[in-house]
């Protein structure tokens, strides 16, 4: 087994999930197995209760895992499912050593941080990279070096090193390069003292990732490989890029994928670059631009919408398109009107919770309905979009989902049979991959090509049977359901150009080569709203 760890310096949001998704590429082009694992510090079991701006969006795995963003990113650059044991948290790692405590198997013994806490963590690595049969398992640990709450994560890597031995294990440590504008020059002093912090844990690092907005001056590298006791050719410059999608050439460029072989000793194909350059080429040419409005209340934070914002990049790199995604504040579009969704081609509304900002997406929807502009809701967007029919053409005027408003007189979204009765919040939604049977002849057979889908899930509430003979009726057809045939997955309405939700979340299942259907054509039909214009 060869164990590749990235860790971080200085500051956090330095861009470790894309430096761990961008080396998993450089070996899986090589002909390797590749996987990856991401451990977050935090006391939390999983992601699933966090606001996401306090960590970004949840991402949902096809087993139900509620996991850290940078697992879609390696999703994403691998072309692969992960599970939710790949994400390791403080809070699982605990739970199980408590739990043994508890059934007696530490009889006689003092339960501590080393050695039962880093044993737990090393068998949760060990597990994984023997059951994907990895040939390298990439570990990034989150957070900075010297925060108080990694150090047990730490300590289990210079264990792992020890262990497996210098030849299988290989660290990467990525830190921020300043330049400070009044003297033009790039700092290396922020590195230099990272690099001490991971020094004093046990742990000098193999090579050096340092981000900085422009490429690493020749002096700066032979500075940090000079006082960090690094090999020059192993201080990696990490610019600005254009796009995510372009950090594994910009490495590979640099010979770190060769520099990787050379040190773990490991064998592989001659890397073929040649179907991503075609997706950056596509990317960064574009022949033509539409502007899609994305209305949410977590706008202020992008990262909070993180996979549209790539499934609509995905979609972009196939059509030769410029997506601009407007991003829109719904509570501003309940303050201010919509107005503010003046001149998009199209109109998205992402997932959510809450009745913060709700009437600001109904108003958005009904923008969309009304105007014959090209729209999808995912989620919450899906279920807004429903009461939003149920008000305005069903004549229900105080329609609504019992999730915003409990009384009621038309519950046409409710909670899910079996949520009544659910205490714990903590991953007891309806989650990950679901059958979806769709509706042959429909539109959304059209998009999707196949009348069976698996998509991933991630709510409580859904669209209530006793009303769907009646919007069915006035056209807002359900054309995808579950299995049993009373659980609605998609509606499209009819005489539209495009007016389509789903309950599940396609942006999750999005890959660079292969966008997601739904999101496709909504850009598909954005551009046909901008040419009719």
């Given at each position: 087994m060869k164990y590749i760890i990235v860790t971080g310096g200085v500051i956090s949001g330095l861009g470790k999930g894309i430096t761990t998704s961008s080396i998993a590429k450089i070996l899986?082009?090589?002909?390797?197995?590749?996987?990856?694992?991401?451990?977050?510090?935090?006391?939390?079991?999983?992601?699933?209760?966090?606001?996401?701006?306090?960590?970004?969006?949840?991402?949902?795995?096809?087993?139900?895992?509620?996991?850290?963003?940078?697992?879609?990113?390696?999703?994403?650059?691998?072309?692969?499912?992960?599970?939710?044991?790949?994400?390791?948290?403080?809070?699982?790692?605990?739970?199980?050593?408590?739990?043994?405590?508890?059934?007696?198997?530490?009889?006689?013994?003092?339960?501590?941080?080393?050695?039962?806490?880093?044993?737990?963590?090393?068998?949760?690595?060990?597990?994984?990279?023997?059951?994907?049969?990895a040939d390298v398992t990439i570990i990034e640990i989150g957070g900075t070096v010297g925060d108080m709450e990694s150090m047990p994560f730490l300590e289990a890597a210079r264990q792992l090193w020890i262990e497996e031995g210098f030849r299988n294990v290989l660290f990467v440590?990525?830190?921020?390069?300043?330049?400070?504008?009044?003297?033009?020059?790039?700092?290396?002093?922020?590195?230099?003292?990272?690099?001490?912090?991971?020094?004093?844990?046990?742990?000098?690092?193999?090579?050096?990732?340092?981000?900085?907005?422009?490429?690493?001056?020749?002096?700066?590298?032979?500075?940090?490989?000079?006082?960090?006791?690094?090999?020059?050719?192993?201080v990696i410059s990490a610019p600005?890029?254009?796009?995510?999608y372009e950090v594994p050439l910009i490495f590979e460029k640099q010979g770190l994928g060769e520099y990787i072989m050379g040190k773990l000793q490991l064998w592989g194909e001659n890397p073929d670059w040649k179907s991503w350059r075609k997706f950056l080429d596509n990317l960064f040419n574009p022949k033509d631009e539409v502007t899609i409005g994305i209305v949410g209340k977590y706008v202020h934070l992008k990262d909070s919408y993180i996979s549209h914002r790539e499934a609509l990049t995905h979609v972009a790199a196939k059509l030769r398109t410029k997506v601009n995604m407007r991003w829109i504040d719904s509570e501003e579009v309940e303050e201010k009107g919509t107005s503010l969704l003046e001149g998009v081609h199209g109109i998205l509304i992402p997932g959510g919770f809450g009745s913060r900002g709700s009437e600001g997406k109904i108003m958005a929807a009904r923008y969309a309905r009304e105007n014959n502009i090209p729209f999808l809701g995912v989620c919450f967007g899906f279920q807004l979009a429903v009461v939003e029919f149920a008000r305005?053409?069903?004549?229900?005027?105080?329609?609504?989902?019992?999730?915003?408003?409990?009384?009621?007189?038309?519950?046409?979204?409710?909670?899910?049979?079996?949520?009544?009765?659910?205490?714990?919040?903590?991953?007891?939604?309806?989650?990950?991959?679901?059958?979806?049977?769709?509706?042959?002849?429909?539109?959304?057979?059209?998009?999707?090509?196949?009348?069976?889908?698996?998509?991933?899930?991630?709510?409580?509430?859904?669209?209530?049977?006793?009303?769907?003979?009646?919007?069915?009726?006035?056209?807002?057809?359900?054309?995808?359901k579950d299995e049993s045939g009373t659980r609605m997955e998609i509606f499209e309405l009819k005489d539209h150009i495009f007016y389509m939700g789903s309950q599940f979340h396609p942006e999750f299942k999005s890959r660079p080569l292969k966008p997601s259907p739904l999101h496709l054509e909504l850009v598909k039909k954005a551009l046909e709203y901008k040419r009719n214009q």
């Open positions: 899986k082009v090589r002909g390797l197995n590749v996987t990856a694992i991401k451990i977050d510090p935090y006391l939390n079991y999983d992601a699933g209760t966090m606001n996401p701006y306090q960590h970004g969006e949840v991402f949902v795995l096809d087993d139900g895992g509620e996991v850290d963003l940078d697992l879609g990113n390696y999703e994403r650059f691998l072309d692969t499912n992960l599970t939710f044991d790949h994400n390791i948290t403080t809070g699982k790692v605990y739970k199980t050593v408590i739990e043994r405590e508890r059934r007696g198997e530490y009889l006689g013994k003092t339960v501590q941080i080393i050695p039962h806490i880093t044993e737990e963590i090393k068998r949760r690595i060990k597990k994984i990279a023997i059951e994907t049969n440590h990525t830190t921020l390069v300043p330049m400070l504008d009044v003297v033009g020059e790039q700092k290396t002093k922020p590195t230099q003292h990272s690099v001490k912090e991971l020094r004093s844990l046990g742990i000098q690092p193999d090579i050096i990732i340092g981000r900085a907005k422009d490429w690493l001056h020749e002096d700066t590298r032979r500075k940090i490989s000079l006082f960090c006791n690094v090999p020059y050719e192993a600005d890029a254009k796009s995510i305005n053409v069903l004549g229900y005027e105080d329609a609504n989902s019992t999730e915003l408003h409990p009384s009621t007189s038309y519950p046409v979204i409710d909670l899910l049979p079996e949520q009544r009765g659910v205490e714990n919040l903590g991953g007891t939604m309806r989650l990950g991959a679901q059958k979806v049977i769709i509706e042959r002849g429909s539109r959304a057979h059209r998009i999707y090509g196949k009348t069976v889908i698996y998509e991933r899930h991630r709510h409580r509430y859904e669209v209530n049977p006793e009303f769907i003979e009646e919007f069915e009726k006035h056209g807002l057809h359900f054309s995808g």
